[in-house]
């Protein structure tokens, strides 16, 4: 498999580079498809010949565990880890919550989900027959190692080992998820994709750390007297480089240095601001900062953050996304040749198979006889058209051999014969370009009638009513010519989505309107607008493009799912207590993500807990868990511990390149591939 991605990708590397590499012929994929069936079905430490006595017993106990892997159980097998896998996922999330905290069923729950994955392991070892120490050595030693570490620490007697933390424990019941890598290809070959591009992202950041230092140190020496909430020290400052590389408020950033601390006074204490933001308290004021220096540094300021936004923000993080689009393209390219290559030897492999069958059956298999049309379904008499067509046309240009390039149709005799005649009218009415614009032209006018009986005045208009049965009318002849269309087989109108979805919207606007259905009989109508999409080529190429990425954008989905589901419950672990209003449940600490992946005010978050809420972000500085979260939480015990501030920085800034800048970016990595498929 590997070495198929490898050979893929140097394919794909030398077709990009002009290079001619010609493709596998179908003898070398049989004869590579027949290699690796043996490689599959034959082991020497596998096989029971080799071995006698108890060992040969325990060598065909192995080869019955290697069905549960590679065999006949192995769809059951992995359905069910599975199940598991994120039956534990969710466990760990409910066991946030403190209700179910320390819930009786879900304790039996998770150790039954830790019995599973351990005989997983036990399998997977049995499985490999005389030579069990294969399972931390074979070519996916890897994930053993990471399901047998995941398993021996969620035991009890590890606890030792975890230093009895029970945040650490739930952590690696989390990890958990990660096996979900493993199981569904797909993810896997989306995150190889992503780690593919890391060596580009990473010295993207080494580059994006030098012009942070250089702007910093610059930042650091003219604005921290006047702004010592941004520039105080050079990790601060390079802190506040990274949030106004994401553009986020850095024009709060520029206002403070360009007019000055009391002119903008923002996050600082000044003369002139509310007393309540003054408030002096045991020797020391309740807010970080007070204006140290008011010095308006105009010009400066405007240079500095301008040169700073389009250097750092508009080109280098736009790298990012360079990066991320090629890697993916790279790796779905990889994916599709590779399988491409398994499809055809698989064809290859049952075509000889087929082969075999009918020589020793001593069948023929020529089909090239004359076929009676009259016993065929439309579809298949046009496509016998065209194969005679182009037979014609080849012997014509190859052979010199003039052919007749028509063939004469023929019916079936009497009443069927004679709706063969007219399905085909209907087809070609169907498809006429005359009747596909007259289509089009009536749906656009749905359109503009749905938003006319938006007013008041045109609501209950008779006009457009009689105008609306008109419409209606055509839409359903339209479903009738495409069903008529169909010949005998008219269920063959309902395997074009297009025809499901006119169907129902036709049907749907039959439906008496009285109550509520009046709403929804106007939303069917609305759904008119959507039958657009296949009458224009352009629209459809967009929407096609969009179809063909959603199983990849579902499997992001569920990729960056797992990010954020990680990332919620560890910020739980941290921030819980100083930060309830943002990581106080794990549903409300997943949206605080979610925003922060928008990247929209995700520094208000971030402040809070690397200076405490009882600095930045509330109101009070006591904590009642009767109380609304809004305006109550327990502030870190250190106060401007550096210990703290450091842990909540990595922990934003690395979500933030991670969630914002890396994992969402694969979206466009995957749209634009698609198009250039769909197109």
């Known amino acids: 498999m590997a070495a198929a991605a490898m050979a893929a990708r140097a394919a794909m590397q030398a077709r990009n580079n002009g290079e001619g590499v010609e493709e596998k012929t179908d003898e070398e994929l049989l004869a590579e498809a027949e290699a690796e069936l043996a490689a599959k079905t034959y082991n020497k430490f596998t096989d029971p010949k080799n071995y006698s006595g108890p060992m040969q017993k325990y060598v065909q106990f192995g080869n019955f565990m290697n069905e549960f892997i590679v065999g006949k159980y192995e769809g059951y097998f992995n359905g069910f880890v599975l199940l598991c896998i994120c039956v534990a996922g969710v466990l760990v999330g409910m066991q946030t919550y ?9 304790e039996v729950v998770d150790n039954f989900i830790l019995y599973v994955f351990t005989v997983e392991c036990f399998v997977k070892t049995f499985a490999e027959g005389a030579a069990p120490w294969r399972f931390f050595t074979n070519a996916e030693w890897k994930w053993n190692v990471f399901d047998f570490i995941v398993v021996i620490l969620c035991y009890p007697f590890a606890q030792p080992l975890t230093g009895g933390n029970a945040a650490v424990l739930r952590l690696m019941r989390l990890a958990r998820l990660m096996k979900l890598l493993k199981k569904i290809q797909q993810l896997q070959m989306i995150v190889m994709g992503l780690l593919g591009g890391l060596s580009s992202i990473g010295y993207i950041v080494i580059l ?51 007019y000055g601390c009391s002119e903008y006074e923002n996050v600082y204490c000044t003369e002139t601001a509310e007393i309540d933001k003054c408030d002096f308290q045991d020797g020391r004021y309740l807010h970080l900062y007070q ?15 301008i040169t700073f936004v389009v250097v750092s923000a508009l080109v280098m993080l736009s790298l990012f996304i360079g990066a991320v689009t090629m890697s993916m393209a790279d790796s779905m390219e990889d ?36 076929k009676d049309t009259s016993a065929m379904g439309i579809r298949e008499r ?48 169907a498809n006429h370009p005359t009747f596909v614009n007259l289509i089009t032209g009536i749906i656009i006018l749905a359109g503009v009638m749905v938003g006319l009986q938006t007013f008041p005045e045109f609501e209950t208009d008779p006009t457009l009513a009689v105008i609306d049965l008109i419409v209606l009318a055509i839409f359903t002849f339209e479903c009738v010519v495409k069903f008529i269309a169909e010949e005998f087989q008219p269920w063959n109108f309902f395997k074009s989505g297009w025809n499901t979805f006119d169907f129902i919207v036709v049907a749907g606007s039959f439906m008496p309107a009285a109550g509520s259905l009046v709403t929804m009989l106007r939303l069917l109508r609305l759904l008119r607008v959507l039958k657009l999409l296949k009458a224009f080529p352009q629209l459809a190429i967009i929407v096609n493009a969009l179809i063909m990425g959603l199983s990849s954008i579902g ?80 502030p870190n015990t250190e106060e401007f511990g550096v210990a703290k501030q450091a842990v909540a920085a990595m922990y934003f800034v690395i979500f933030t390149l991670l969630g914002a800048l890396v994992l969402l970016t694969l979206f466009i990595g995957v749209v634009t591939t698609s198009m250039e498929e769909a197109q």
């Open 98 to 106: 403190e209700e179910y905290e320390s819930n009786a069923t879900l």
């Open 208 to 258: 994006l750390l030098l012009v942070f230092y250089l702007y910093a140190i610059v930042g650091v020496m003219y604005f921290a007297a006047n702004d010592p909430w941004h520039f105080g020290t050079l990790h601060i400052a390079m802190l506040t480089l990274f949030r106004a590389s994401t553009l986020e408020d850095w024009t709060d950033l520029m206002y403070i240095s360009m």
């Open 291 to 305: 204006c140290v220096q008011h010095e308006p540094m105009p010009i400066l300021s405007a240079v500095y953050w």
């Open 335 to 370: 994916m599709k040749v590779e399988a491409e290559e398994n499809e055809r030897k698989l064809r290859l492999l049952k075509k000889k198979e087929r082969m075999q069958e009918l020589e020793a059956k001593g069948e023929d298999h020529d089909d090239n006889h004359q």
């Open 382 to 429: 046009t496509e016998h058209k065209n194969e005679v067509v182009m037979k014609a046309l080849l012997l014509e240009a190859w052979e010199g051999v003039i052919m007749s390039q028509t063939v004469e149709t023929q019916y079936a005799a009497g009443l069927k014969g004679k709706y063969q005649w007219l399905a085909e009218k209907m087809d070609v009415l």
């Open 555 to 634: 499997y992001i989905g569920v990729i960056l799912l797992m990010v954020f589901y990680l990332f919620s419950i560890l910020g739980m672990i941290l921030f819980k207590e100083n930060d309830p209003w943002h990581f106080g449940t794990l549903h409300t600490s997943m949206l605080t993500l979610f925003r922060c992946s928008t990247l929209e005010d995700w520094t208000d978050v971030m402040y809070i807990n690397i200076y405490g809420c009882n600095y930045y972000g509330y109101n009070v500085t006591t904590f009642d868990p009767s109380e609304s979260p809004s305006s109550h939480c327990r």
